[in-house]
T-cell receptor
Framework: AQKVTQAQTEISVVEKEDVTLDCVYE???????LFWYKQPPSGELVFLIR??????QNEISGRYSWNFQKSTSSFNFTITASQVVDSAVYFC?????????????FGAGTRLTVKP | ETGVTQTPRHLVMGMTNKKSLKCEQH?????MYWYKQSAKKPLELMFV???????ENNSVPSRFSPECPNSSHLFLHLHTLQPEDSALYLC???????????????FGQGTRLTVV
């Protein structure tokens, strides 16, 4: 069975602080994809990153960085120097099939509030 | 035009009403999805369509009836709903990797449904 756990329900930080959102996953598949999505108040989920199980390289995109650790089944997301516009609900997701996301499973989400 | 468009954005309906949610994608994708997002619950995958064919129905009650007339349009027909069906209904689309796409899904802004 596939499962994604985001243990942090809500996080509140002050602008310019760094913040890490945790994601732990469970899967029996040897090939899988991990995702992070952002859901701003407007409602749509905005795709942030996809990582496949063979690529453990960490990735940095501007103020965003992701740490994929297969040994601990974690795919954590760090925002550096947070800004008010980063306030949103962030979802981690897992897909076990390599060619589509019919079985994409989402975590419960972490609500991030960045205060000015 | 945004990638995935959902209408209406908000809907209030009585338990005896019949209504439909509409989703349109302008990305040329071949797969479309309905997700349900309830308060304090993970996103739940409801239905999946690949090339207009329904490939997955995750034990969704028959009061929800999907329709996919072509690969760009997806409907969710609603009838005799219950108050617990109140939620944000999100539509998404994606393209198979084998057909030149990536695995991530692109989401619409959702329809906020309230059943009274």
């Amino acid at each position: 069975a596939q499962k994604v756990t985001q243990a942090q329900t809500e996080i509140s930080v002050v602008e310019k602080e760094d913040v890490t959102l945790d994601c732990v996953y469970e899967t029996r598949d040897t090939t899988y994809y991990l995702f992070w999505y952002k859901q701003p108040p407007s409602g749509e989920l905005v795709f942030l990153i996809r990582r496949n199980s063979f690529d453990e390289q960490n990735e940095i995109s501007g103020r965003y960085s992701w740490n994929f650790q297969k040994s601990t089944s974690s795919f954590n997301f760090t925002i550096t120097a947070s800004q008010v516009v980063d306030s949103a609900v962030y979802f981690c997701a897992l897909s076990g099939r390599p060619y589509n996301n019919n079985d994409m499973r989402f975590g419960a989400g972490t609500r991030l509030t960045v205060k000015p | 035009e945004t990638g995935v468009t959902q209408t209406p954005r908000h809907l209030v309906m009585g338990m005896t009403n019949k209504k439909s949610l509409k989703c349109e994608q302008h990305l040329g994708h071949n797969a479309m999805y309905w997700y349900k997002q309830s308060a304090k619950k993970p996103l739940e995958l409801m239905f999946v369509y690949n090339f207009k064919e329904q490939t997955e129905n995750n034990s969704v009650p028959s009061r929800f009836s999907p329709e996919c007339p072509n690969s760009s349009h997806l409907f969710l027909h609603l009838h005799t709903l219950q108050p617990e069906d109140s939620a944000l209904y999100l539509c998404a689309s994606s393209q198979d990797v084998l057909r030149g796409g990536d695995t991530e899904a692109f989401f619409g802004q959702g329809t906020r449904l309230t059943v009274v």
